[in-house]
């Protein structure tokens, strides 16, 4: 059983969805955190909205990336879901100079 296991490990560290979806549960970790300093804080500040805003437009261009082959309609709303959390990257970044 362990030497299955080993070679399940190893199948699993090979593959690339496995590497985009580690990378984007890593992000989706790092957004939540930076997500609830930015509440705790206080309202004056809004330093982190631009770096979670852009860090979802990471995260969701992984998905465009994902399912580019596979799924267009859903390649497609992420696509335009990037788009608008770029925007609101930039917005928030405007805002907290």
Do not use: W
Not at 17 to 31: K, P, S, W
Request: hydrophobic letters at 55%; aromatic letters at 10%.
């Amino acid at each position: 059983m362990n030497g299955n296991m080993k070679k399940y490990v190893k199948m699993q560290l090979k593959d690339k969805d496995f590497h985009r979806d580690f990378v984007n549960m890593c992000l989706g970790i790092v957004i939540i955190v930076l997500g609830i300093i930015q509440f705790m804080m206080d309202l004056e500040t809004t330093i982190y909205y631009g770096l979670i805003f852009l860090l979802g437009t990471v995260m969701t261009t992984a998905n465009v990336v994902k399912f580019h082959k596979d799924n267009k309609v859903l390649s497609t709303m992420f696509l335009f879901l990037t788009i608008i959390l770029m925007a609101a990257a930039v917005l928030s970044a405007m805002l907290a100079m």
